[in-house]
């Protein structure tokens, strides 16, 4: 079975500029989130998505955006890059949303971002 | 202060020795502790998931959970290494959805 699927695999982008990575969860999985892992730290939650509706956001500003598509797929979109933007975006999949039960998530490959 | 704290390390053992890898945690409704492994320009994998305190042991890994002492361990039993990576302590409350609190990880290297 295939896993998480992200892309791109890498991205350079300017100062600015708009971002849109893309993810596609394991078959069946109806929960999709993102996070964003800056070099020497662990993932940041930024948004969880259960079909098709916003779940849960985390401490991000406004500049970041999600939405989640029919086939559960889900998109990650970043206005105005920063260069402090620049990190390995991670999507996890997941069976159900995770309220009190023990949900386990899978993680993708990640996309990772470069702005210069 | 972090909600979760782990000291990135670098721990470098020999191969066959016993790695314990810790972290503590100041939110005292966090219920699920979690364990990912993560390669280099890799995405996480998850090792171990514990609900609420006690032990867990797959294989040579052991997760122990501590609430009164807010503390969580990972014991590696004969390392190799492959298990060489970065390993990042995880968990959530009951309620918060997919809202995963991530240490920083610790890097581990197993030398041959």
């Known amino acids: 079975d295939a896993g998480v699927t992200q892309s791109p695999t890498h991205l350079i982008k300017t100062r600015g500029q708009h971002v849109t990575l893309r993810c596609s969860p394991i078959?069946?999985?109806?929960?999709v989130s993102w996070y964003q892992q800056v070099l020497g730290q662990g993932p940041q939650f930024i948004f969880q998505y259960y079909e098709k509706e916003e779940r849960g956001r985390g401490n991000f500003p406004d500049r970041f955006s999600a939405r989640q598509f029919p086939n559960y797929s889900s998109e990650l979109n970043v206005n105005a890059l920063l260069l402090g933007d620049s990190a390995l975006y991670l999507c996890?999949?997941?069976?159900?949303?995770?309220?009190?039960?023990?949900?386990?998530?899978?993680f993708g490959p990640g996309t990772r971002l470069t702005v210069l | 202060q972090k909600e979760v704290e782990q000291d990135p390390g670098p721990l470098s053992v020999p191969e066959g020795a016993i790695v314990s890898l810790n972290c503590t945690y100041s939110n005292s409704a966090f219920q699920y502790f979690m364990w990912y492994r993560q390669y280099s320009r890799k995405g996480p994998e998850l090792l171990m998931y514990?609900?609420?305190?006690g032990n867990k042991e797959d294989g040579r890994f052991t997760a122990q959970v501590d609430k009164s002492s807010k503390y969580i361990s990972l014991f590696i039993r004969d390392s190799q290494p492959s298990d060489s990576a970065t390993y990042l302590c995880?968990?959530?409350?009951?309620?918060?959805?997919?809202?995963?609190?991530f240490g920083s990880g610790t890097r581990l290297s197993i030398r041959p």
């Open positions: 514990t609900y609420s305190s």
């Open positions: 995880a968990m959530r409350t009951y309620s918060s959805a997919s809202k995963i609190i």
């Open positions: 996890a999949s997941s069976l159900l949303t995770g309220d009190g039960v023990a949900d386990t998530q899978y």
């Open positions: 078959s069946g999985h109806k929960s």
